[in-house]
């Protein structure tokens, strides 16, 4: 089992932006997919953005649309969430996510398909 590692949060003003990373380590597959997850205290972890690792395809959450950009760094085994115009909205713990080893991914943007998560990393944007 692989290792999943955020990095990048922190507090910033609503307006703002971040670039979150997410580093995948000692995983003996490649996972299709890769998925940015938030949860903010009080609610349900949600989907926030997801590639497809092999194709390239993206998928947003209608609030994210717009503003937030998952990309990934093969070279770096690394995914990357840019994150622009933050609002208090966005504020949360954001955790990085891949499915199980060949996986049929039905819905890139729910939680339930993801298996390996990382530890999370604190965003938190003042307005």
């Known amino acids: 089992q692989g290792q999943l590692v955020e990095s990048g949060g922190g507090s910033v003003q609503a307006g703002g932006s971040l670039r979150l990373s997410c580093a995948a380590s000692?995983?003996?597959?490649?996972?299709?997919?890769m998925g940015w997850f938030r949860q903010a205290p009080g609610k349900e972890r949600e989907g926030v953005a997801a590639?497809?690792?092999?194709?390239?395809?993206?998928y947003y959450a209608d609030s994210v649309k717009g503003r937030f950009t998952i990309s990934q760094d093969n070279a770096r085994n690394t995914v990357y969430l840019e994150m622009n115009t933050l609002n208090s909205e966005d504020s949360g713990m954001y955790y990085c996510a891949a499915p199980s080893p060949g996986a049929v991914v039905a819905v890139p943007l729910s939680r339930w398909w993801y298996k390996s998560w990382g530890q999370g990393t604190q965003v938190t944007v003042s307005s």
């Open positions: 590639i497809n690792t092999g194709g390239g395809g993206t």
């Open positions: 000692g995983y003996t597959y490649r996972p299709n997919y």
